[in-house]
């Protein structure tokens, strides 16, 4: 005999095993999975800070000149600089322009020191000595030499002391040579007598200075210095950021799925269990008692749910990750595991989840015995009239939360947070609303339903609408799956998109060769492209010039723009510009940013002028005329001639050359043969940057996918033993209806109806609320445009309907095989 309330509660798993067990599986993969997408967002941004040490080192900060600015960093001027107290360490970095071999000119150069800080920069390891360089392995590659080997700098010999990493960037691998500072002033001294002490200063601030406000210290000392913050890179950053807004929304709706099968579980049970509840209350025990009971196996179970949850992010971090990139064939970054982070998210999901059960329990203590007999069998909603100004409560309080952090909020984080906060206030209202909603459209649609699905589906569907109440966990339980599908998909999808897209403006065409020496090269445009387009397999080639400089006369005032020369013809058969545009050999197209910002238009002749320098006077060179004005032009360049302009001069030199190609691979291989007659030339494929980009994308979307399978399989569980439970507490009504005029089909075809259908409501809904949700999300980033990815919602809309059906009809037609005597005499209490 059980006489403590702590027996009656234990009394609760051994008679509810399936209900016990479903309800701890479910927070087991929320913990775990809560843990490790927070452990995955820490290690993204680490990824990241990573990637901007890979750019800058060690550095806070670079101060310098401007080369245009023609100043130089004399001994005086570097000892104001570094005398600043915020400053830990520094070293001092010339730069030049040198030939190699006396075939390539003009080499990016850096005369570098042996310090820490622009070995950090530079990523080189050993020491430079006088005559001794290092050189990056694609321009080593180019030039047929290894380290050891000898090469020749302005007709002095150098020893290779060592070979650097190419430098990773959106399609050009930059050409860099590296000498000792002491080499470099020589060389700048012989040049231009300069006794140039740096032309910038890699700086590293003390570690209670703030980077920024040094950089303001340093800047009194001249107001025309450059000084360089070590930033993120901002495509980087903004990923990072959705990567983030991403984790929290799935995090915070995973947590109310878990809440919503364990609370759905519990009002099975308590349905069950609340006519003994009655009669305990009966004999006396009291509101505390009650509450105690389902306290203590709601605590247990969550209790128990979140140490394995902890256990098995651990284990998930430690071992699942090898197993990933097996099954995915993907390499995924080795992340750590944070055990403070992990036990304090451990506890506040058990705190967050323990909250929803105090519902059921609070609701089971307080109600009097008659009461909760009445309960038990009431099937509408209570206070429609209070839920409906909730839910509009909620989402005009989401509208206002809009507008307040878009138009009022300036500060990045906290529009951030009013904008997410807005999407929770909607999606939330949605939710309140939906059931106040749901009746009365299904009234309407019995007529419908009547004429299309029959009498029998009518009956189903007509019982189902007072039932509504008591399935509304599973409708919103399926609704926040199909939210976190729709949103999490959409932003995964949108991210890749964004991400291709960027690519596609740098390249144009899936191949892109540059000339290593811009605008040092000597090759012919024209000859360059008369070689490509023999090459088998080319279906067309254009080239583009390096920019120069023009200024745009206009009322006595000169205005400076950058213009290109490029094949216009070759062009507009490619596609990168307008195939209409009819344009003469002196004649301008002009992007529409430029159009108006000067307020010109087509057809307008422009007078230009050349300005040498600051202190010469501007001085008129021509006119042109617009041909026509067009959205966007290749490398989002502003202004464009054809190569037979008469503006083109001796700074003009080819830049890169745009390749569509029917056989990628195959042209590549042309193409690098091709670089052999021409080693200046750097050859870029569209489809090899693209792979590099999407490593980073990979490992989220992979992650994200396993979350959506496991709660996937979570969500049916608890939903499908939801359901389950509900029709064995409805089986007299199925064998009155047996009794009166449905056949043991038509048995199953109500059972079937009223499941699908419940899954269908659960759908609308979570598409519904997850477009809503997702919408007011991307309000963050206006600049972004959605991209959703329907496939992979359509294949969880099929996987829940489909497996509805294969769990359904077994279970319907054993339950109309069952005797209708034995049904009737079932006490479902």
Request: glycine share 4%; with cysteine; hydrophobic share 45%.
């Amino acid at each position: 005999m059980i006489k403590s309330i702590k027996g009656v509660s234990l009394r609760f798993f051994h008679r509810n095993k399936f209900i016990a067990i479903s309800s701890i599986i479910s927070v087991i993969l929320s913990v775990s999975l809560i843990i490790t997408l927070a452990i995955f967002s820490i290690n993204a941004k680490q990824t990241l800070h990573n990637e901007v040490k890979k750019m800058y080192g060690n550095m806070d900060l670079s101060v310098g000149y401007n080369p245009d600015q023609n100043k130089i960093v004399d001994r005086a001027l570097l000892q104001r600089i570094t005398n600043q107290p915020g400053i830990q360490s520094y070293s001092n970095v010339v730069l030049t322009h040198l030939s190699i071999n006396h075939t390539y000119n003009d080499i990016y150069t850096v005369g570098v020191e042996n310090d820490s800080l622009v070995k950090s920069k530079y990523h080189f390891h050993q020491d430079l000595s006088a005559n001794e360089a290092m050189i990056n392995k694609s321009l080593a590659e180019a030039l047929k030499v290894r380290a050891g080997e000898k090469i020749t700098i302005e007709n002095e010999t150098f020893k290779i002391k060592e070979l650097l990493d190419n430098l990773d960037a959106s399609g050009v691998a930059p050409d860099i040579l590296l000498i000792s500072r002491d080499d470099a002033k020589k060389f700048i001294a012989a040049e231009a007598g300069n006794l140039i002490e740096a032309t910038y200063i890699l700086i590293k601030a003390k570690k209670s200075e703030n980077p920024i406000v040094l950089a303001n210290d340093i800047r009194k000392v001249d107001r025309g210095l450059r000084i360089d913050l070590a930033e993120e890179n901002e495509y980087l950053k903004t990923n990072l950021t959705s990567l983030q807004i991403f984790m929290t929304v799935l995090s915070v709706l995973m947590l109310f799925v878990t809440s919503l099968l364990i609370v759905a579980n519990f009002e099975v049970f308590l349905y069950k269990y609340k006519n003994q509840f009655a009669i305990m209350r009966s004999l006396g025990a009291t509101s505390k008692q009650m509450f105690n009971i389902v306290f203590i196996q709601s605590s247990l179970m969550v209790m128990v749910g979140a140490v394995l949850g902890f256990l098995l992010a651990f284990l998930s971090n430690q071992f699942i990750q090898n197993c990933i990139q097996k099954w995915f064939a993907i390499h995924v970054d080795t992340m750590d595991f944070h055990p403070k982070l992990a036990l304090l998210l451990a506890f506040s999901c058990f705190v967050l989840i323990e909250l929803f059960m105090l519902i059921p329990a609070y609701r089971s203590s307080k109600v009097l015995p008659l009461k909760i007999m009445q309960e038990n069998e009431r099937n509408d909603f209570a206070n429609l009239k209070f839920r409906k100004v909730i839910g509009y409560s909620m989402i005009i309080g989401g509208l206002f939360f809009i507008l307040f952090g878009k138009l009022v909020v300036q500060a990045d984080t906290y529009q951030v947070f009013s904008v997410l906060f807005a999407g929770i206030l909607i999606t939330f209202g949605i939710f309140v609303l939906f059931p106040v909603y749901l009746a009365p459209i299904l009234q309407k649609l019995l007529p419908l339903i009547r004429s299309i699905l029959g009498r029998t589906s009518f009956v189903s569907i007509k019982n189902v609408i007072p039932q509504v109440r008591k399935n509304t966990f599973v409708m919103l339980t399926i609704s926040t799956l199909m939210i976190i599908t729709i949103f999490g998909s959409t932003l995964m999808e949108t991210i890749k998109k964004n991400q291709e897209q960027y690519l596609k403006n740098e390249y144009q065409t899936n191949i892109v060769v540059t000339s290593r020496l811009n605008y040092d090269s000597k090759l012919d445009p024209m000859e360059i492209k008369k070689q490509i387009v023999k090459l088998s397999g080319i279906k067309g080639a254009s080239t583009v010039s390096t920019p120069t400089q023009l200024d745009l006369i206009k009322a006595d005032n000169y205005y400076s723009f950058d213009y290109f020369l490029g094949d216009l013809k070759e062009l507009a058969s490619q596609g990168l510009i307008s195939k209409n545009i009819k344009f003469g050999k002196n004649q301008l197209i002009v992007s529409r940013n430029f159009a108006k910002k000067f307020k010109v238009k087509a057809g307008d002749t422009i007078r230009l002028g050349n300005f040498f320098e600051a202190e010469q006077k501007q001085k008129p060179i021509g006119k042109a005329r617009i041909a026509a004005i067009v959205d966007k032009l290749p490398l989002s360049i502003d202004v464009m001639m054809d190569w037979s302009s008469k503006y083109r001069n001796q700074h003009t030199a080819l830049d890169r050359v745009f390749i569509s190609s029917d056989n990628e691979k195959h042209t590549l291989k042309q193409l690098e043969a091709l670089k052999m007659k021409y080693p200046e030339l750097e050859i870029n494929s569209y489809q090899q940057s693209l792979k590099k980009a999407n490593k980073m994308i990979d490992q989220r979307l992979y992650i994200f996918y396993a979350v959506i399978a496991i709660m996937v399989v979570c969500v049916m569980v608890g939903v499908f033993n939801t359901l389950i439970n509900n029709i064995h507490s409805k089986r007299k009504e199925f064998a009155i209806l047996r009794t009166l005029s449905i056949n043991k089909r038509g048995v199953i075809i109500v059972i079937m109806t009223q499941v699908i259908l419940y899954i269908l409501i659960g759908i609308a809904l979570g598409s519904l609320a997850g477009t809503a949700l997702t919408y007011v999300i991307s309000l963050i980033d206006t600049g972004s445009r959605l991209h959703f990815n329907f496939p992979f919602i359509g294949l969880i809309m099929a996987i829940l309907i489909g497996t509805a059906i294969v769990v359904f009809i077994p279970f319907a037609s054993k339950l109309a095989k069952v005797k209708i005597s034995a049904e009737l005499s079932l006490n479902n209490k």
